[in-house]
């Protein structure tokens, strides 16, 4: 559901002090400057918000879970992955506006919650149980605030005043001909004794904001703060504090997903059957002719190396299409796997080869394209669709290839599945990589308003 903001706000809730009502809240703007529509951009084959949101639900913390956007597609795939919609107003949603008059806005339009859990899209390595903790130390240990940390070891030094920006470029093309800046400036350590340069191993390092998680109570956030009273924070290990800004940062936080996401409460297991559509998939969905009216289809190269990938490790792979084909039977022969006519429902037809094979759903792969492949999509273990695809695949998919059909698009699938067998071999289990550290506390009174 989206707030309606000409309707009028809703009635206090039923809240106690036993049992505080505690929102997650997810800032996702349409207008992101880095990288265009970041918040939805697919990453690790789903919509970028999508890995929070999974995490957020799955902890079950929260009393609800939202997001706040004025983008119409933001508010589409929000809803599917479960969330609740707050429409912000043009003037929260403008460039110059802030992150807490963004969650004041929500707090104005919902006085039935007590706190606010805000988390970032460009955290896609959280899990639930960063979320239940966090969670515990505000409901159960009287925190008014928690943020999430992680420790770095960097040496900081202040910055030297270069001037102009011609001067500015020189000093870090030319860095030996201008050692200092303007007016004689130069650098000074800021939390080092250069004499004493500490080891790694003799140093504790510090903590800096992650900006994965900010949680506070309502009184807080009204006033402008997301941190005061009684303030804790929670250490993240490096595996799961990743942020995303730049096009740089992307190709790593997808590799960092695969490795260290959190896939689900139903853990990832090794593909054993792989199934892809023939039309719209492994080829472009057209239909070539010859001047003599003889039929033709192209098909990618680099899709049947990825499908000859999974044959080596051990994968069933198959190919269905509608319509009786002699260019599809020929293209099977020669990648080595059977092809299959099914014009009619094929779901069951999936259904009957997961019982002959004695195969869990979770186990089975499927990529399609369009309306007749929503519902193997949808049930199996990984559903995928090519960028191209009808959008009903698209939003009912879980991996989502940035190739089209026919133009690469399988490939992507089989090297995503690759990974997911390469995660599921190497740990049955997710559990902190880093002992959870003890809730730490500072006490913090906010400044006094003007």
């Known amino acids: 559901m989206a707030t309606n903001h000409s309707e009028s706000v809703k009635d206090e809730s039923t809240s106690t002090e036993d049992k ?38 799955d902890s079950e913390v929260f009393d609800s879970i939202w997001v706040s956007t004025d983008h119409d597609e933001i508010e589409k795939i929000s809803l599917e992955w479960g969330a609740q919609v707050h429409r912000r107003t043009a003037e929260t949603a403008r460039d110059q506006a802030t992150s807490i008059e963004a969650v004041q806005e929500f707090l104005r339009f919902h006085p039935e919650v007590d706190i606010v859990g805000q988390i970032q899209c460009t955290a896609p390595c959280l899990h639930p149980w960063h979320l239940t903790h966090i969670g515990r130390m505000l409901r159960d240990e009287g925190y008014d605030s928690v943020f999430s940390v992680s420790r770095r070891h960097l ?11 011609k001067e500015r470029e020189l000093s870090f093309t030319e860095v030996i001909k201008i050692p200092h800046g303007t007016n004689g ?19 504790s390092g510090e903590l800096s904001e992650n900006g994965s998680m900010y949680f506070a109570t309502r009184e807080l956030l009204m006033k402008g703060f997301f941190q005061g009273g009684k303030v804790g924070y929670l250490e993240m290990a490096a595996e799961y504090s990743v942020d995303i800004d730049t096009d740089i940062d992307w190709p790593i936080a997808e590799q960092r997903v695969i490795k260290f996401g959190y896939f689900g409460k139903t853990k990832p297991q090794g593909v054993r059957l792989a199934v892809f559509a023939a ?24 899709d049947n190396i990825g499908i000859q990938k999974l044959k080596d490790k051990g994968v069933n792979v198959r190919i269905m299409c509608e319509s009786d084909s002699g260019i599809h039977q020929k293209h099977a022969e020669r990648l080595g796997v059977p092809l299959y006519v099914c ?76 990974l997911i067998m390469q995660k599921a071999e190497s740990a049955t289990l997710q559990v902190p990589l880093s002992p959870m550290p003890s809730p730490q506390t500072t006490k913090i009174a906010p400044p006094k308003l003007k």
């Open 20 to 57: 505080k009502n505690m929102a997650c809240l997810i800032l996702a703007r349409g207008g992101s400057k880095g990288i265009k529509l970041k918040n939805i951009k697919p990453l690790a084959g789903l919509p970028l918000i999508a890995w929070v949101l999974r995490a957020a639900k």
């Open 155 to 165: 040496l900081r030094w202040s910055e030297i005043d270069h001037g102009t920006s």
């Open 185 to 203: 400036s130069v650098t000074k350590p800021l939390n080092l004794n250069p004499a004493k340069r500490p080891r790694r191993q003799d140093w």
């Open 343 to 418: 014009p009619g429902d094929k779901l069951a037809l999936l259904e009957k080869w997961r019982k002959e094979l004695d195969l869990e759903w979770t186990q089975i792969a499927y990529m399609g394209c369009d309306f007749p492949d929503l519902d193997s999509i949808k049930r199996v273990g990984v559903g995928a669709a090519p960028e191209d695809a009808q959008h009903p695949a698209v939003t009912c998919a879980n991996f989502v290839s940035k190739a089209t059909g026919g133009r690469g698009a399988a490939r992507e699938f089989c090297e995503h599945l690759l």
């Open 279 to 302: 039309d719209g998939v492994l080829t472009d969905n057209q239909i070539h002719f010859t001047l003599s009216g003889e039929e033709f289809r192209t098909y990618n190269v680099s």
